[in-house]
């Protein structure tokens, strides 16, 4: 199993990518995503959160659309595997986080000036990054926020040091 963090191979066609790269600093990824290889069907399958809700799709149709910028492999045992696809089974078709990724925003900006702690998680609805941390609790408790409040940038910081799932 990896998570991996990509960006479109259309970024200049994609505004809200940009946007989300520039949010985190300038750094060369928009989007995060499982990747799972299925023994039932031998094939590699991508979850994630992405064009208007929660879906899974084929590996090999997710390159052609995607630059992969890092993937970060983890060895994670076989019933916790389970649990975590289950998990992510379940919540395909959810709808994907727009207001929730707005609330984030809206959510700095306040707490910069001190008006505001956190918005409270649902779970309706999930952007990448709220998904992928949903998915795997262990990356939120590094990043030391609440899975509603995460961007790519802190996943990928939490899997560059190390942190084994």
Known sequence: MSIGFSRPKNLWLKPGALAIMAWQGGVPYAH????VHSN???ETLVYQASQGMVNCMNYDNFKPVETIVAEFNQEIPDEQLRLTIKLAQQLLGRPYGYLGLAKLVLARALRSVGLME????TMDSFFCSQFVSTLFPKLADAAQKPANDIQPSDLYSALKSGIKL
Do not use: C, E, G, L
Request: charged share 20%; hydrophobic share 25%; proline share 0%.
């Open 32 to 35: 995060v995503y499982i990747r």
């Open 40 to 42: 039932y069907t031998d």
């Open 118 to 121: 956190s918005w409270h998680n």
